[in-house]
């Protein structure tokens, strides 16, 4: 059994890292609702682990055409 725990958010600056591009984008994606942001207190927001997955996988999907 896998006892590795998977995240289910990340920090906007650790959701950059992992996509390779700036806060901004971040962010602009989030507006253009290919990211999901949730607000976990009155100053802290995360990106969801899935939103993060369905974006790489549309774009996975793109590149194929």
Do not use: F, P
Not at 52 to 57: K, N, R, V
């Amino acid at each position: 059994m896998n006892t590795a725990q998977h995240q289910l958010a990340y920090q906007i600056n650790r959701a950059a890292e992992k996509l390779d591009v700036s806060r901004s984008t971040i962010y602009r994606l989030v507006n253009d609702k290919h990211l999901t942001l949730v607000k976990v207190g009155k100053r802290a927001s995360r990106i969801t682990a899935k939103s993060i997955h369905d974006y790489l996988a549309s774009r996975a999907g793109d590149n194929a055409k």
